[in-house]
């Protein structure tokens, strides 16, 4: 009896660590396939010898602005000794595309040019990384393990309609005002609208010509 009780107990003791394992997300409720935001940074140095730029930088600049396909959700910064005088040109260069200016500037390698201000382009993607996924099977699923390609449709969906990346990291402040109007508005239309057999039946006919 003491030998059996002892081989159970070594028995147990060698299966614990093969059970006892890490943590795995895809028994949980939650998809491991979620949107990952990269940021890419895309400089321009310019001369600005007086603090302004001449015509041929800011054609340059355009070109420049062109060629990345700036659009909404890029943010663009200027640098440099004049960086201040400088962004009067700058931002009349991004209004061509419905840009602003943004305060500030990010930390980029290299020093400006005496005489001259960078022009930083700030540009973030959401994308789900290996999706689709359908390298395992449904069945058998005896640790009632999420599909490895659940979430990505929706999460990525997600990532291809956000208007600004950034917003799935922090998120966006509330403005801290509340049109009950505008929050009722739905309703209200429809509450007043006419029900649709209210007008009665529509004649239809299945002759030919009529």
Request: with cysteine; charged share 20%; aromatic share 6%.
């Amino acid at each position: 009896m003491r030998n059996t009780i002892m081989i159970a107990l070594l028995a147990t003791t060698l299966a614990g660590p093969a059970l006892a394992k890490g943590d795995e997300p895809a028994r949980g409720l939650e998809s491991v396939n979620v949107p990952v935001v990269t940021r890419s940074d895309y400089m321009f140095d310019a001369a600005a010898p007086d603090g302004s730029l001449p015509s041929s930088e800011q054609a340059r600049l355009d070109a420049w602005f062109r060629g990345l396909d700036l659009g909404y959700g890029d943010s663009i910064y200027v640098d440099g000794a004049y960086a201040d005088a400088a962004r009067f040109d700058v931002a009349r260069v991004a209004g061509r595309y419905g840009l602003l200016l943004s305060s500030g500037s990010p930390v980029v390698q290299g020093m400006v040019a005496p005489g001259s201000v960078r022009v930083v382009v700030s540009r973030t993607r959401a994308s789900v990384p290996n999706c689709p996924n359908w390298s395992s099977k449904s069945q058998p699923n005896f640790a009632n393990h999420s599909m490895p390609n659940y979430g990505c449709a929706v999460n990525g969906n997600m990532a291809a309609m956000i208007a600004d990346p950034n917003d799935l990291v922090w998120g966006r402040d509330g403005s801290g005002i509340g049109d009950a109007d505008t929050a009722s508005r739905a309703i209200r239309s429809y509450r007043n609208a006419k029900p649709t057999g209210e007008g009665g039946l529509q004649d239809i006919s299945t002759k030919k010509g009529n």
